[in-house]
């Protein structure tokens, strides 16, 4: 009965890394594959890189990646293994497969759009009738994905602020236990104008007045394949 369910489930994943680079490449993506040992991770206060040899195995293909798009490759898409130190745990594993993808001259709405379209194409290869399935829940892909502002998610769902619960440290603990398990169980939801304290690598967006809420135009975005979320 396992080697049954197993095989069920290579067969599945499978078929997703097929309609994942369908869609990449009918958007004129190119695919790479970037170095999965390197000298030195992304700073992340919060993700712990694995020594190897002297140096480091990926966390993300994110470096390396961005040295392409700046070197004059403005599409593309990888599909690799990434490392984590001490990320085993309900939602995590320390070794997964990531899809990561990089547009320049776009920014993140634009690519909010593009991960919308994406998602719908990898469940109509599927088979499925514009729907996904996911922990006995039924969540509709045809209604435009809903989109929420961290503020505005912190507001309806949190006891605090962004900025208390930065200065508490707290932050990540908050969104991941409190405020993401109450989203998207209807239709997807983007969650995004993160604090610019979240993440590195990032342009500050043009058009608050506060400067502390992160932009890019030229976004990346990433899944992970294998946790156990």
């Known amino acids: 009965m396992r080697q049954t369910q197993i095989k069920t489930m290579l067969q599945l994943r ?35 890189p694995e020594p190897a040899g002297g140096e480091f195995l990926q966390t993300s293909p994110e470096l390396c990646m961005k040295r392409l798009l700046v070197a004059g490759y403005p599409r593309l898409f990888q599909i690799c293994r990434c490392f984590r130190r001490a990320e085993r745990g309900r939602r995590h594993l320390p070794e997964f497969t990531l ?44 209604r435009p994905f809903q989109r929420m502002t961290v503020d505005e998610a912190f507001q309806t769902l949190a006891a605090c602020t962004p900025e208390e619960a930065l200065a508490k440290g707290n932050f990540d603990e908050i969104v991941g236990c409190t405020i993401e398990p109450r989203l998207g169980w209807e ?40 946790s156990a979320n």
């Open 187 to 226: 239709r997807p939801v983007f969650l995004y104008d993160y604090p610019a304290e979240c993440a590195a690598l990032a342009r500050l967006k043009p058009d608050r007045h506060a400067p502390n809420v992160l932009s890019s135009t030229s976004e990346g975005l990433n899944y992970a394949m294998d």
């Open 99 to 142: 899809l990561e993808w990089y547009t320049a001259d776009r920014d993140y709405q634009d690519m909010m759009d593009q991960t919308e379209a994406l998602l719908k194409h990898v469940a109509r290869s599927l088979g499925n009738d514009g729907t996904l399935a996911f922990q006995g829940q039924t969540i509709d892909l045809e």
């Open 14 to 48: 499978n078929r997703v890394l097929r309609a994942l680079r369908a869609f990449f490449e009918s958007v004129d993506y190119l695919e790479v594959e970037t170095p999965i040992r390197i000298p030195a991770p992304a700073p992340e206060a919060h993700i712990d």
